[in-house]
């Protein structure tokens, strides 16, 4: 037998609808925002990678899918979603358009590390960016967007912590403080740190392997090397999360591991047991990308979650996710004539939007009702050659067990009158039940109540 590769999943069954809802409620978000969906290549050209994420870090030394095609070009699957992002909005000249450009995307990643769990080797992630705008309401606006998905999503004990890094100088000066700081005490390091420490300082601080160490809880910390430009603009982007009553806690040991990053970093943790020391989602601005591929100065933040991760937490937390799991009907033969009108009758139904399914083996009635109850049909459509002749379906509702003989241009009618409101789920729905005002008389129309 053929196995999947390591580190990868196939979706699939019951799992499979509870992504597909995550995916309508973040679409839904997405749209109240005002941002499109964009969808850029699996694999770029490697030389992407390598100048956008940077050459030192851990992503594009050890983790990257390369391979070359057939044309000797040397590719890599996409180990993120930013840099394809911000290539397409250069080659598309999308900043000549009206900006900030607000997009997102979802889809999967690929990177090559040791698989465990919510480390996966094929990775889907969810992702939404702002290109062209500096003003740091777009900071504070991503890591709103990113809260509101997950709590709209009934995720409790959300954990945001945000940094700064500050522009170019004040990272600089950070960097040279970090490297005279650790370079006395190179020894007591591990070996990949010994390596960071020329390519990349910052990312000393990521280290898994000496991170209990005194001499990494006393590092500098970014915050101290933030000129007066770079401390006023953080405290304007926590001005404008407490006007959107985002709560989060300031963690100056956040540098990430992507060497994009200046000013506003964050990563939203969760308290769950498989994933409690792995970030849920993390981002932060990027200001320099989009010239240092080639395109004009733009300034630009955003966000990447990994759905492997947040399916993993709400499991966790044991979140009731409302999932579509049944049929409106299921239509019910046994000659072939019957079986031909099922065909035609199906097809009807399910154009004018019920959910239908029909046996396919031309089984007994007996088989085809355990059929219908394990699709948890409401409707059962049973036909019979005479009531056929007849211009009649028999209908029967599978939990109260009534009948009716009703003519055959009435069904539509009568599937409509009774299957109630509250079958189909929206999205809209739960934005209301989510609603967080704090008045008591809240029906959960909470724009009636912010107005
Ligand atoms: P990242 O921190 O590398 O950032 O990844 C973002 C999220 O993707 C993580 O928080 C995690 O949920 C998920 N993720 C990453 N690696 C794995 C993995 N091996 N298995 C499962 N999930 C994973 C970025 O990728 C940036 N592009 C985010 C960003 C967007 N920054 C600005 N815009």
């Known amino acids: 037998m053929i196995t999947k590769p390591k580190g990868t999943n196939d979706l699939y069954g019951k799992e499979s609808k509870i992504w597909k809802y995550i995916e309508e409620v973040m679409d839904s978000i997405m749209e109240k925002y005002n941002y499109n969906y964009i969808r850029t290549p699996l694999f770029e050209s490697s030389e992407l990678f390598h100048r956008g994420i940077g050459d030192s870090t851990d992503i594009v030394t050890k983790e990257t899918y390369d391979f070359k095609d057939r044309g000797d070009r040397n590719m890599t699957l996409r180990p993120e979603g930013t840099a394809g992002v ?83 100088e004040s990272r600089d000066r950070y960097r040279e403080a970090l490297v005279n700081y650790f370079k006395p005490h190179m020894k007591d390091l591990c070996e990949d740190c010994n390596e960071r420490i020329n390519k990349n300082p910052l990312r000393i601080l990521d280290c898994k392997v000496d991170d209990e160490k005194d001499i990494m809880k006393n590092a500098p910390t970014t915050i101290d090397y933030l000129n007066e430009e770079s401390k006023k603009r953080f405290e304007q982007v926590k001005e404008y999360l407490d006007i959107l009553e985002v709560e ?66 709400l499991k966790e937390q044991v979140v009731e996710v409302p999932i579509k799991d049944y049929l409106d009907c ?109 008045d008591d008389c809240c029906d959960g129309a909470c724009k009636h109540h912010h107005e």
């Open 86 to 168: 911000v290539r397409s909005f250069i080659e598309h000249k999308m900043y000549g358009e009206s900006l900030p450009v607000k997009v997102y995307y979802n889809g999967t990643m690929y990177r090559y590390e040791r698989p465990q769990a919510g480390r996966e080797r094929e990775l889907t992630q969810f992702g939404m960016e702002i290109l062209g705008s500096n003003d740091p309401l777009s900071d504070a606006e991503i890591i709103s967007v990113a809260v509101n998905i997950y709590k709209m999503l009934g995720l409790k004990n959300i954990k945001v912590e945000i940094n700064s890094l500050g522009d170019k």
């Open 248 to 313: 989060y806690v300031v963690n100056p040991k956040i540098v990430r591991g992507l060497d994009y990053y200046n000013h506003t970093v964050f990563e939203i943790k969760v308290d769950t047991e498989s994933i409690s020391n792995l970030a849920l989602g993390a981002g932060g601005r990027y200001n320099g990308l989009v010239k240092q591929l080639d395109g004009p100065d733009t300034a630009c933040i955003g966000f990447a979650t990994g759905l492997d991760r947040l399916v993993m937490a």
């Open 330 to 438: 299921f239509i019910m033969y046994v000659n072939e004539e019957e079986k031909k009108y099922a065909t035609y009758l199906s097809q009807e139904l399910r154009m004018a939007g019920f959910i239908c399914d029909t046996e396919y083996t031309s089984r007994s009635l007996k088989a085809q009702f355990k059929q219908a109850d394990r699709l948890n049909s409401k409707y059962l459509i049973i036909l019979n050659s005479e009531d056929i002749n007849n211009g009649q379906v028999k209908i029967k509702n599978n939990e109260t067990k009534e009948e009716d003989l009703i003519e055959i241009e009435y069904l539509i009618y009568y599937l409509d009158e009774h299957l109630t409101e509250q079958d189909s789920f929206q999205i809209d729905d739960l934005m209301h039940e989510h609603c967080h005002c704090d």
